[in-house]
Every structure is written in C-alpha cells, then in structure tokens.
C-alpha cells in the first residue's frame, strides 16, 4: 500500500533535480530493450513505461509488484531475449 511505501521511501526535495540530470529523455534502438512492467507496481506507472519503451520488447504483468516478487515466472523469456537458453 502507499503507506507501506512511505515508510521506506527517503525522496528529499534535492533528488528531483538530480534525476532529471540523468534521465533518458527517449531510448534509442529500442529493439534492444526488453520492458517488464507489473501493472500492481506500487511506485511506478506501467502506464508511463509502456510509452517511454514504445517499440521496445514488452512483458505487462497484471498485478505484481514493483520488487517483481514473481520474477521467475518471465525468468525463461528474460533469458530469450538475452540469447541464452532454447529459441
């Protein structure tokens, strides 16, 4: 829940700016990328990661969480998209 999230969360108001330095403004190949999005991620918005990795590879989880707990159930196409184990 949220308040589970601000119990751990430390954003202080410097760590915006320093971000913004920082972030990719658009990816550029996108074919290199592969996206795993849990639509119950509890900090980001699946959403805004589908957009900002148009074009991209795209596993969209529903549910989840943003730790990915269910991780080793996408391990197999993970791995695929890395070129390791069976095609």
């Known amino acids: ?5 601000r119990e751990w969360l430390d954003f202080r ?3 915006e700016s320093e971000l913004n330095a920082i972030r ?3 990816i550029t190949d996108p074919q290199r990328y592969l996206l795993l999005a849990a639509k119950g991620d509890e900090l980001l918005d ?8 148009r074009g991209a590879h795209q ?18 196409k993970v791995l ?8």
């Open 59 to 76: 596993v969209i989880v529903d549910g989840g969480d943003h730790g990915l707990s269910d991780f080793g159930l996408y391990l197999e």
């Open 24 to 26: 990719v403004k658009s």
């Open 13 to 15: 108001e410097g760590y």
């Open 46 to 53: 699946w959403r805004l990661m589908r957009s900002h990795y």
């Open 80 to 87: 695929l998209f890395c070129g390791i184990g069976k095609q």
């Open 1 to 5: 829940s949220d308040l589970r999230v």
